[in-house]
């Protein structure tokens, strides 16, 4: 076997048992497989475009980059993140540790600039998400090398084996992705890890983990794409009161597209809405 087919080879193997094992023990994995330079040259190609074309939207709050057009969350995104989200390598991943049944929900891209990208605080995403039951996994694909210096996430292990929301306070400080971080004591927040990944590797994190990054006040750029699925078990309350802004930046449940890339749609979500 050739050097190159032997990387090729590596690239395509899915999570391992122990992986498996330990993203359901610490709530987070970064599977030894990543994507290719080339591939990231396009990701990062497609990272220009959008910075381009969405001018007055802060780079970490770019939502739904996934749908190819205007979407109604006020982005134009790029068919560059739907391929993505929907690469083999990363669907066989999900299915790893999430099950079989895999719907493609949501994919943001979070880019701190070089010297002032902004911090995105400890929270859950499940505070911010309304899927019954609330089970996700994100798939956060570094573009960029991300590093502790240009704002890498950070986790904190095992704080999804409670499988509940804590407790979480409202913030009214610039320079925040979101607006409501954890606040509860029952959370020690200084267990937090740093997840460093080169360009090409990613991260696979539970619903129910608290996460979040530091601020970006180096002088490297820190681009990410965070792929949201959920399992077909799982239903998106379409007519939920979470519409509109309340998190820091609009996003709208009413209207936002969902793919079955596996499995079956067991608790019937709608398929149809917003797809052209």
């Not at 739904?64 to 929907?86: P, Y």
């Not at 701190?112 to 929270?123: I, N, Y």
């Not at 409670?162 to 320079?175: D, P, V």
Request: proline residues 5%.
């Amino acid at each position: 076997i050739t050097l190159n087919n032997a990387r090729e080879r590596k690239m395509m193997q899915s999570v391992t048992e122990r992986e498996v094992d330990a993203y359901n023990q610490r709530g987070y994995v970064v599977p030894d497989i990543q994507l290719s330079a080339e591939r990231i040259g396009e990701l990062d190609a497609a990272v220009h475009r959008l910075i381009a074309n969405n001018p007055d939207v802060r780079p970490e709050r770019l939502v739904s980059v996934h749908i190819d057009r205007m979407n109604d969350e006020g982005v134009r995104g790029d068919a560059a993140f739907f391929k993505l989200a929907s690469d083999p390598l990363i669907v066989d991943a999900v299915s790893q540790v999430m099950g079989p049944d895999v719907v493609l929900w949501g994919c943001q891209v979070f880019c701190k600039p070089a010297s002032d990208g902004m911090e995105v605080p400890m929270h859950q995403d499940g505070h911010y998400w309304p899927i019954d039951p609330l089970e996700s996994c994100t798939a956060w694909v570094a573009i960029d090398d991300s590093t502790i210096e240009n704002g890498c996430l950070r986790l904190v292990p095992g704080s999804h084996k409670a499988r509940r929301s804590f407790q979480h306070g409202l913030s009214e400080r610039e320079g925040l992705v979101l607006n409501q971080y954890v606040d509860d004591p029952e959370v020690d927040l200084s267990m937090a890890e740093d997840v460093e990944l080169r360009a090409g590797q990613f991260s696979l994190h539970d619903i129910h983990m608290i996460h979040g990054s530091n601020a970006n006040r180096s002088g490297k750029r820190r681009a990410g794409v965070a792929i949201r699925y959920m399992p077909g078990t799982s239903l998106m309350d379409r007519e939920s009161s979470r519409t509109g802004s309340s998190s820091g930046y609009m996003v709208n449940w009413k209207t936002r597209p969902l793919w079955l890339l596996r499995g079956e749609n067991r608790a019937g979500n709608d398929l149809e809405v917003g797809h052209e």
